[in-house]
């Protein structure tokens, strides 16, 4: 065991010595120039011009090619579609957002006062047997008498707003009305007015 630590520490020993090593050049090798850097094979130019040829299409890529072109404005279309919609659809998100936030945290007598509200327009539904145009008039007219027991103020104002809207539509269509009797009607070459028929 002895000789195997011996010759252990010896190379180790060595290891720790330092050594300064001075290199002189030979007195008979010629002198050598120093090389420029664009002298170097690595950042030299490669001399001719290179040309780009193209390769001619295979047929997947020419029925690929004809495929894209003939999706082209359907692609273009859906697009256009989504980034019309997009806001919109975040508009509508946002608003389900905000009415589950509202219906987790709702005020005390809310869920009573929209049973109520939604038992006026079944009651409206039931009212309005037979006929379409009730049944397009009674629960709405119905749930809307309801919501106005509970919520006064807000029903004086959608009433106020749903007035003005139906007064601004009366009067458009007054003004379509009143051009097309005029256009048809009071022509002085109409068959009705001239003087031949009277």
Request: proline share 8%; net charge positive; charged share 20%.
């Amino acid at each position: 065991m002895f000789k195997v630590i011996q010759r252990s520490l010896g190379p180790a020993s060595l290891s720790l010595l330092t050594f300064k090593v001075y290199a002189s050049p030979k007195k008979d090798s010629p002198h050598k120039t120093s090389v420029k850097v664009n002298e170097l094979s690595l950042y030299s130019v490669p001399e001719g011009q290179s040309k780009y040829v193209e390769e001619p299409r295979t047929q997947l890529e020419e029925s690929i090619s004809h495929l894209r072109h003939y999706c082209k404005p359907y692609t273009s279309w859906c697009q256009e579609t989504y980034s019309q919609t997009k806001p919109k659809m975040q508009s509508l998100v946002q608003w389900g957002l905000d009415s589950y936030e509202y219906l987790q945290n709702a005020p005390p007598g809310f869920f009573p006062r929209l049973g109520v509200i939604g038992f006026a327009g079944i009651v409206g539904l039931l009212l309005a047997r037979g006929s379409k145009i009730k049944k397009l008039v009674y629960p709405p007219g119905f749930m809307g008498l309801a919501a106005s027991l509970y919520y006064p103020q807000q029903a004086i104002v959608f009433v106020q707003v749903s007035g003005e809207k139906l007064y601004d539509w009366g009067l458009r269509g007054y003004i379509v009305v009143e051009d097309l009797w005029k256009e048809n009607f009071q022509k002085p070459g109409n068959v009705k007015n001239s003087p031949g028929n009277k």
